[in-house]
């Protein structure tokens, strides 16, 4: 149950929490220093740790179709942080900028003994689930798929690249929020009345993006962890 301080601030389960953040550049705010994390532990009184990236894939190893360079791996990031330690929560967020930078998809494994294909976007996502799942079993883990209106309905993210993402966090037991189930298509292929009033650049959420549309979704599924 919850209620108010003195001084305004909601009195929340989540208050007095650590919230980790490793994703891509919506995650990390491309638009609005700290995303969606910063809003939420603002308002309900948690401390944050935000190490997502701008660009960043679940596949390692990926070139940028557009920049050049090698894209960083969400994978490696969580696997290799020590922040991880201190966190409560953990949310995941990626796979956008694999479907945009056409990274191979793989296949999910049949159990949970089997090795990993680590070069594909299932393979890195399975392994970074089974690390958090075998050394931060104590932490409440969940991911967080982005707005709509990203891509045109027929592209890959649509047929491939979130269904293999959803298949992996079903057999994981890695729980989510959807924002594009609860949120009008606010991306460069959705309203572009929205997309003008919510996003910095047609694809990033703005302030008003994330208050509007992604911070009470993601603390209330962070309350039923």
């Given at each position: 149950?919850?209620?108010?301080?003195?001084?305004?601030?909601?009195?929340?389960?989540?208050?007095?929490?650590?919230?980790y953040?490793?994703?891509?550049?919506?995650?990390?705010?491309?638009?609005c220093?700290?995303?969606?994390?910063?809003?939420?532990?603002?308002?309900?009184g948690?401390?944050?740790?935000?190490?997502?990236?701008?660009?960043?894939?679940?596949?390692?190893?990926?070139?940028?179709?557009?920049?050049?360079?090698?894209?960083?791996?969400?994978?490696?990031?969580?696997?290799?942080?020590?922040?991880?330690?201190?966190?409560?929560?953990?949310?995941?967020?990626?796979?956008?900028?694999?479907?945009?930078?056409?990274a191979?998809?793989?296949?999910?494994?049949?159990?949970?003994a089997?090795?990993?294909?680590?070069?594909?976007?299932?393979g890195?996502?399975?392994?970074?689930?089974?690390?958090?799942?075998?050394?931060?079993?104590?932490?409440?883990?969940?991911?967080?798929?982005?707005?709509?209106?990203?891509?045109?309905?027929?592209?890959?993210?649509?047929?491939?690249?979130?269904?293999?993402?959803?298949?992996?966090?079903?057999?994981?037991?890695?729980?989510?929020?959807?924002i594009?189930?609860?949120?009008?298509?606010?991306?460069?292929?959705?309203?572009?009345?929205?997309?003008?009033?919510?996003?910095?650049?047609?694809t990033?959420?703005?302030?008003a993006?994330?208050?509007?549309?992604?911070?009470?979704?993601?603390?209330?599924?962070?309350?039923?962890?």
């Open positions: 149950m919850e209620g108010y301080s003195i001084s305004g601030q909601i009195i929340s389960p989540l208050a007095g929490k650590a919230l953040i490793a994703g891509d550049s919506i995650a990390y705010g491309a638009s220093a700290g995303g969606y994390g910063k809003c939420i532990a603002d308002k309900y948690m401390t944050v740790t935000n190490e997502a990236v701008n660009g960043a894939t679940l596949a390692p190893n990926i070139t940028d179709n557009v920049y050049g360079g090698i894209r960083t791996c969400i994978s490696t990031v969580v696997t290799s942080s020590t922040a991880l330690a201190k966190a409560d929560y953990i949310l995941l967020e990626g796979g956008v900028n694999d479907a945009w930078n056409n191979p998809v793989g296949t999910l494994t049949d159990g949970f089997a090795a990993y294909d680590e070069t594909t976007m299932t890195a996502l399975e392994k970074m689930l089974e690390y958090l799942a075998k050394n931060h079993s104590d932490k409440r883990v969940a991911y967080v798929f982005p707005h709509g209106g990203l891509f045109g309905s027929s592209e890959s993210w649509y047929k491939t690249y979130k269904p293999a993402i959803l298949a992996a966090l079903k057999k994981w037991g890695v729980p989510y929020v959807d594009a189930e609860s949120t009008p298509p606010m991306g460069g292929h959705g309203i572009s009345g929205l997309s003008g009033k919510y996003t910095g650049d047609g990033h959420p703005n302030k993006g994330y208050e509007r549309f992604y911070m009470e979704p993601i603390a209330a599924l962070l309350k039923r962890l």
